[in-house]
């Protein structure tokens, strides 16, 4: 077989005919640049820089140093991971069998022109659109169509980019590729319609948080500044300023830039441990998960089996024939599996005979075959293939599989086997015992889950005893409750069995994807594992797929994280980065919100109170780098592999708020008396922002508990920091001399906010301790209702 030419590939790839994807995981650099730069909050700092210079106040423009040094840093931060995860994925990326000059070449699929002739083999997702030109395949379009049924293609059928080949051979030839094939076009309808469902729930949290903010700091910026200006009577530049300082207060300038530094870091993090991130919603939601579906083999096992053993069933017939028949077997299908692969290294003498039929491996009724003059030869599963002899053969087929091996039935029939359920009597010829090395990191890893509350469901197409031992060996609690899947013949069944059973053994690929669905349906978040196209469906519908690199091409490519050298072991590292995020972000973002919730509280209470707002954006930005920029930096990046527990925004705000009401309280409460005293407004501006600056302290002392070196080593250098500011830069941010007055109540104040703020948290803790024990009773309770219920 020829293919095109060199200069016909070239002549195409001149004119624009190539594969190039629609789209692509990771951004270009050109839209890392504009989407940090060109935001909603930048328009916004941009337009208060504007009027600080109008008004002639240059030394308040210090603020934009951090926006510029933020904007910066996100940007670096994302080339950076974008390279490194380009460098992970291109390197690693499945080739594509290709005719060219008359040689089989393997070709990125980037590469590909139209015209191209293919070869598609078992787990190959199909590049572009295609047309069988020889062979046979068996395909699964359930991704674009939604139909899990097996279509059959052979010469002249055409295949849908995007589909995967489930077993057979054939080659084709692309009649459409790019952004012409079917699948490019599906997917840019479908980014449209579903860009926002990719994100994590933080993330969305965030989003939401942002746009509220983001819609009320212009009224109340303009509300301000008609009250300073037109109701007091200041002047335009001191208007200006006022106005200025309370939104620069309620903007979180850092906190979305933060929590997309956090993700960026940790992909950047996994990849170096070979970890593919192709989501990064995956980072969260993995931390979150509750419940791990895991295939045996691959997963649990190495993925590889050897022949252990095999059992004449006929005396009839002498061993050394039998071995031949299973070659001839072995022989006529393809290496396309782990299983066709072991059997072809084991059995390696057949008779020559050349094959009438071949049906390749059916995963809905778990056998292949192959037809020959006088009959076909049959292997798969004994429950699927023995038909009425099973029964005499289900003790011995039970044993092996509690010793952990995988058992086939190799049997002749006069049936020819294309796919469907075997009608006629068969007579069974042997019972062929293959086995899975246990992966040596499994117990550890499975240990580690147990250990953290995250419950595992093995998933498997072999015997359920077998699979069950498996288990065991891999110290995964709640091994010994095992099912048949072939029992579960309704959704409810399924969503009983769930509840009840740990392994699931001769499960179809859509009874896959109704046991991911019954856990989501019970409030689970689950977690999927697999490397096989019959994995696929169910990777599609968890909340987390993570895939096998050393499986099936389609299953890497449906997944939202790829362990590229197939080592299950790399689970907890990344549960744990996961945790890292979600943890680390959740304090940083209890610092951003204590700024924000004291100024808008502060800035409503100058509006209604019509007093001056006390602070500058200079002292605004002082506070914020050394209480919340710099500290939020070095929190976010730190190892925290604590359990996730509850709601984001409410792990956050049962933080921020009581800590934004008290320094509110200390804040408004050291301005009404600063008027009653008559104290001068930069003594109270100076006043203020001590106050602030304490708050802001004591709030990152108690997010950064517990206080190891490293945070206390923070907080000291961050205390001096801002100190050496305010006493030897104390003009450029505002600060000026104070008498005593103001100073014995700056101390006032400082004493008393210290104190509620250390007893307001003693109160919401026990609250929340109180309503944690009530939850947990009734989360008992009902799990024991459930359980009667059973």
Known sequence: MAGLTTREVQDRAARGLTNEAADTSTKSVSEIVRGNILTYFNLIFTVLAALLILAGSFKDLSFMLIVLANTGIGIWQEIRSKNTLDQLKFGSMPRVSVWRDGVLRQVPPDELVLDDWILLRSGNQIPADAEVEEGALQVNESLLTGESDEIEKGPGDPLMSGSFVVSGEATARLTAVGKDAYISRLTKEATKQSKHDSRSQMVRLLDRLVLVIGILIIPIGGLLFYQQMFVRGLGFRDSIIAMVAAVLGMIPEGLYMMASI????????????????????CIETLARVDVLCVDKTGTITENEMKVAGMDPLRQDIDREDLELFVGDLAAAMSRDNITMAALQDHFTEHSGRRPQAVCPFSSRYKYSGVTFEDGSFVLGAPEYVLGNAYGNLAEQVDEKGRDGCRVLAFVFTREIPEGQPLSLPVTPLALIYLENPIREAAPDTFRFFA???VDVKVISGDNPVTVSNVAKKAQIAGAEDYVDARTLETPADVEKAVKRYTVFGRVTPDQKRQIVRALKKQGRTVGMTGDGVNDILALRDADTSIAMASGSEAASNAAQLVLMDSDFGRMPQVVAEGRRVVNNITKTAVLYLTKNIFSFLLAMFSVVSVLQYPL?????????????????????LEPNRDRIE??????????SLPAGITVFAAVSGLVVFGQILHISQPSVSTAASGLVALGEFLILAKVSQPMNR?????????????????VFHYDLFGISA?????VMLMILFLLAMEAVFRYFYLFTDFCGSFLTKRGRAARREAKRAAEEEQ
Do not use: D
């Open 262 to 281: 956090a993700m960026v870091v940790s992909a950047m993090r996994l990849a170096k441990h070979k970890v593919l991130v192709q989501n990064m919603r």
């Open 646 to 655: 509850g709601n984001f925004l409410w792990n956050v705000f049962r933080t």
């Open 710 to 726: 490293l945070h206390l080593g923070m907080m000291v250098v961050m205390v001096a920091g801002f100190w050496y500011m305010i």
């Open 738 to 742: 104070m008498n005593l007055v103001c």
């Open 616 to 636: 500058t954006p200079s002292q605004i930005t002082l506070i914020s780098m050394f209480t919340i920029g710099i500290p939020a930096f070095v929190l976010s």
């Open 451 to 453: 250990e953290n509350g």
